[in-house]
């Protein structure tokens, strides 16, 4: 059974990764962090009767004072503020203080407000994500993004705050429903096709073992995605320059999210999507050949993910991408490759941008 840890490197932020099975039992990983402490799970209505118990034992077992739980309603229409302050009335009714660990269990929703209440709760308490979907053990728990949505846009109230640690138990993913999984493989194909073709090797080779759930195969690409995410955020914590590259595919897919309605197209769905229209346009402007193009489509579809963008009509589009918060100074920028395994930010030629997306079907 492979266990594997990676710290992510950010000075005096730094913190360790760890990655393996049933590490939500392990209290010793725990220990140093909660011995002698109170703890605030933060969980929601689905991961919390699965696994909230388990944890709550080994942070006993570890030698925490004390265990709350914060159960929250599942769903991303509830990450707001009135579902944030029901973390805040949590800590204050049970008399939490600045010692307190607070402790993400879900995905990227209880992550993302899990870790935005612990960076405002008395101006910051510590904090450990315990991710478990499969996109928030390799995209959301990395990096230190977390916040709210906002009536007027997503994820636009929040702050950079790291954890102290994250806790992947890569056990947790047997009951994750087969669309989220896929959601999962769109972040990791991205990791690949933008960083490391060995790395995109590998998963196109194991498609049908990481779609059963094989532990090994899914242990090992969590810590290669973590690994790739880490790299680029620590060059860049807060997105002035390279952090941008890990938004291939989602310059599309977030103008498919919006376009068709939030949460008819699940967010994996529409960067996976954004990937393969993205990998189309870079064929045309010569960056990719075809083969690559190919290649990367089929691993797409591999990972159960659609890749026909659905019709909105061009105009629309064009106008969802410009509205997009990465598009500054009114010129789209697009994450493009060069070459599969090397991407970079660009502005692309708007005719050819809007012949694409008609031809691959969106018009
Ligand atoms: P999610 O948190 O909504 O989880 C998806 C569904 O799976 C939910 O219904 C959840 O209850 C359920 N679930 C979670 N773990 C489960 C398990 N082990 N077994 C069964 N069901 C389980 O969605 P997500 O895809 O994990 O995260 C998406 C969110 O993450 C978005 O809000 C997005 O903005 C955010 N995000 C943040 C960052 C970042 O850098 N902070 C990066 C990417 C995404
Ligand atoms: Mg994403």
Redo the contacts with the bound molecule.
């Keep these: 059974m492979s266990r594997y840890t990676l710290e992510v490197d950010l000075g005096d932020r730094s913190y360790p990764i760890h990655i393996g099975e049933g590490l939500l039992s392990q209290a010793d990983l725990f220990k140093p962090h909660v011995a002698g402490k109170v703890a605030m799970i933060c969980t929601?209505t689905?991961?919390g009767p699965?696994?909230a118990d388990r944890l709550k034992t080994s942070l006993l077992d570890a030698g925490a004072k004390s265990v709350f739980t914060v159960s929250l309603p599942?769903?991303?229409e509830y990450?707001d503020w009135p579902n944030l302050q029901l973390v805040f009335d949590a800590l204050l009714q049970n008399h939490c203080d600045r010692k307190t660990v607070l402790v993400a269990l879900?995905?990227?929703?209880?992550?993302?407000m899990g870790?935005f209440a612990a960076s405002a709760f008395m101006r910051g308490i510590p904090f450990i994500q315990v991710?478990?979907?499969l996109?928030?053990q390799v995209?959301?728990s990395?990096?230190g993004?977390?916040?709210i949505?906002h009536p007027l846009g997503?994820?636009m109230i929040g702050a950079f705050y790291q954890p102290e640690m994250v806790v992947t138990d890569i056990s947790?993913?047997n009951?994750?429903?087969d669309r989220?999984l896929s959601?999962?493989l769109a972040?990791i194909i991205k990791h690949g096709a933008i960083a490391d073709t060995a790395y995109l090797d590998l998963v196109e080779q194991n498609m049908p073992a990481l779609l059963r759930r094989d532990p090994e195969l899914l242990a090992l690409v969590v810590k290669r995605s973590c690994e790739i995410k880490a790299d680029v955020v620590s060059k860049d914590e807060r997105e002035g320059g390279i952090r941008a590259i890990l938004n291939f595919g989602h310059t599309f897919g977030h103008a498919i999210e919006a376009g068709m309605g939030y949460g008819q197209w699940?967010?994996?769905e529409a960067v996976g999507c954004g990937m393969v229209v993205a990998a189309e346009l870079c064929r045309r402007m010569g960056r990719l050949s075809a083969e690559e193009a190919a290649r990367l489509k089929k691993v797409v579809v591999d990972a159960r993910l659609p890749v026909i963008p659905p019709v909105l009509g061009v105009d629309k589009y064009m106008a969802l991408m410009a509205h997009d918060k990465k598009a500054d100074s009114g010129s789209i920028k697009y994450v493009l490759l060069n070459g599969l395994g090397r991407a970079s930010t660009s502005p692309a030629d708007e005719a050819l941008v809007r012949q694409t997306l008609l031809e691959m079907g969106a018009g």
């Design positions: 929601n689905t991961v699965l696994y599942d769903g991303e990450k879900g995905g990227g929703v209880v992550g993302d870790g991710p478990t979907t996109l928030s995209d959301s990395v990096g993004k977390t916040g949505n997503k994820n947790t993913l009951t994750l429903p989220e959601c999962g972040e699940y967010h994996g």
